[in-house]
Each structure stands twice: as C-alpha cells, then as structure tokens.
C-alpha cells in the first residue's frame, strides 16, 4: 500500500522559507508524479505543483514563483520549498501521489506563519 | 485558468435520501490523452481528502456504489443514492485537465 508522510517545522516566521519534505513508502518515486496541496484552516484545496523524476515541474503561477518542488528518488523523498512566507501561507499542506489524478494523499502538515 | 464551480455550497439530507452536487467548468475537460480528468474527493471532519471518482465515473476500490458521477464537457455531478451518516463532510471536484490544475469551492453534506 502507498504511503506518504509530511515532515517539517510547525511554524514558520513571516518573510521566511517554509520547507517541508514528503517520504513515499510502497511505491517508486521514478513511476509516477508527485504534488502538493494545500488548505488553510476552515478553506478550500490549492493545487501548489507537480514533479517527476524526468524533471517535469509545474508550479501553480498564483504562487507568483515562490514555490519550488524538488525530489530525492535515493531517500524515496520529495519537497516543498516556499519562499517569503506571510500569514496566507499558513494552511495544511499535503502531498499527494501522481499530478492529474491525485490518487494517495499524506495525512497532512499544519504550517502556521507567526511571528 | 479553469474555474470550478460547485453547486450547492451546502446541502442537509435526511438519511436515505439521495443527494447530489453539481461541478461546473469554464472550459471543456477533455485532454488531449482523450480522458477526461474531472475527480471527485471526500473529506471528512479531520481527515485528509479521499479519492471518491476519477475520470468521471470511476469508483475508487472501496467507495460504496451509493456513490456515482456522471457527466461531459463543462457539466459533472456526484451522487449519493441514499446518504448513510459517515458521508458527512465536504466534497470536492477538481479538474486535472487544464494547467493549473483547481479543485471546485467544496460542497459541505451534512445530515438533516
């Protein structure tokens, strides 16, 4: 069975970096995509971007190209990098198995952006 | 970009009563692959999103068949035939056609 897991700080200081890794069990990183997603408290989903191990990138243009998305197929790991944080960054942040279809999701990280 | 639009915001059912939710685009969903990528996610209180529907009108393994989607081009509904109390919660559809990829605003099911 597919599993991923968020791991990262909780919270993250204003015009700061938010960095969070996703570790993938079950499956291999080099056969498919992987994505972020995230949800602010009591708010709907955003779709932040894809990659797979070919290089293949997207990243969501509302994001005004603060977010990098980046993997490690040795450590089975993909990340978020999240540049110039402010308090509407604050949000659940999850990662998710492949890019149209969304199939297996993380449990979640809850990033909260305060000083 | 793509909007997606649900309709209704919320909706209160009687249990064993159907129920339905409406998703609607601003452009066609049909990729170029000839599939349509229109989802359909649960997510209950506390919980990360589930996969209900894929494709349109794909049941995911262990989705009860209550559950159903239909529909083409800009217009796609969820179904639930006869709603039981663990389907409270909040559905989205998301388009996976069209970059960037969007989820609707959400519809919020809840028990009467």
């Known amino acids: 069975q597919v599993q991923l897991q968020e791991s990262g700080p909780g919270l993250v200081k204003p015009s700061e970096t938010l960095s969070l890794t996703c570790t993938v069990s079950g499956d291999s990183m080099k056969t498919n995509y992987w994505s972020w997603i995230r949800q602010p408290p009591g708010k709907g989903l955003e779709y932040i971007g894809y990659i797979s191990h070919n290089g293949d990138i997207n990243h969501n243009p509302s994001l005004k190209g603060r977010a990098t998305i980046s993997l490690d197929t040795s450590n089975n790991q993909f990340y978020l990098k999240l540049s110039s944080v402010t308090a509407a960054d604050t949000a659940i942040y999850y990662c998710?198995?492949?890019?149209?279809?969304?199939?297996?999701w993380g449990h979640g990280a809850l990033v909260t952006v305060s000083s | 970009d793509v909007v997606m639009t649900q309709s209704p915001l919320s909706l209160s059912v009687t249990l064993g009563q159907p129920a339905s939710i409406s998703c609607r685009s601003t452009?066609?969903?049909?990729?170029?692959?000839?599939?349509?990528?229109l989802h359909w996610f649960q997510q209950r209180p506390g919980h990360s999103p589930r996969r209900l529907i894929y494709?349109?009108?794909n049941r995911d393994s262990g989705v009860p068949d209550r559950f159903s989607g239909s529909g083409s081009g800009t217009d796609f509904t969820l179904r639930i035939s006869s709603v039981e109390a663990e389907d409270v919660g909040i559905y989205y559809c998301?388009?996976?056609?069209?970059?960037?990829?969007?989820f609707g605003g959400g519809t919020k099911v809840e028990i009467k």
């Open positions: 452009q066609g969903l049909v990729y170029s692959d000839g599939n349509t990528y």
């Open positions: 998301m388009q996976g056609t069209h970059w960037p990829f969007a």
């Open positions: 494709k349109v009108s």
């Open positions: 998710t198995r492949t890019a149209r279809l969304l199939d297996f």
